[in-house]
């Protein structure tokens, strides 16, 4: 059974970049998925990007390519998603989820989930 925890959240200008980090424990990293989503207020629960379990896969939202990266480090039971270019409508909470086996975008495929972490873009 995985815990996750996400960190790294904050606030930003548009144009900014932030990194986050979800650090997994209570389990075997390396034969777990990973993904982040996000939720804005108001607005449903939202597919950012997935990568497999050895980090060769990896799938991203449409709106996400060309300025988010998700990575991961099974040394360290890590993933990561480096955001850049950042718009205020990427202001959400976003939150890190495991699923075991094959990579994954969907939130129904996954059964572990962190308490999320804000992200906040001003304009």
């Known amino acids: 059974q995985q815990q996750l925890v996400e960190s790294g959240g904050g606030s930003v200008q548009a144009g900014g970049s932030l990194r986050l980090s979800c650090a997994a424990s209570g389990g075997t990293f390396r034969l777990y998925s990973m993904a982040w989503f996000r939720q804005a207020p108001g607005k449903e629960l939202e597919f950012v990007a997935a990568?497999?379990?050895?980090?060769?896969?990896?799938d991203y939202a449409d709106s996400m390519k060309g300025r988010f990266s998700i990575s991961r480090d099974n040394a360290k039971n890590t993933v990561f998603l480096q955001m850049n270019s950042l718009k205020p409508e990427d202001t959400a909470v976003y939150y890190c989820?495991?699923?075991?086996?094959?990579?994954?975008?969907?939130?129904?495929?996954?059964?572990?989930w962190g308490q999320g972490t804000q992200v906040a873009v001003s304009s």
């Open positions: 989820a495991a699923t075991l086996g094959r990579i994954a975008v969907l939130p129904r495929a996954f059964n572990y």
């Open positions: 990568v497999g379990r050895n980090g060769g896969d990896t």
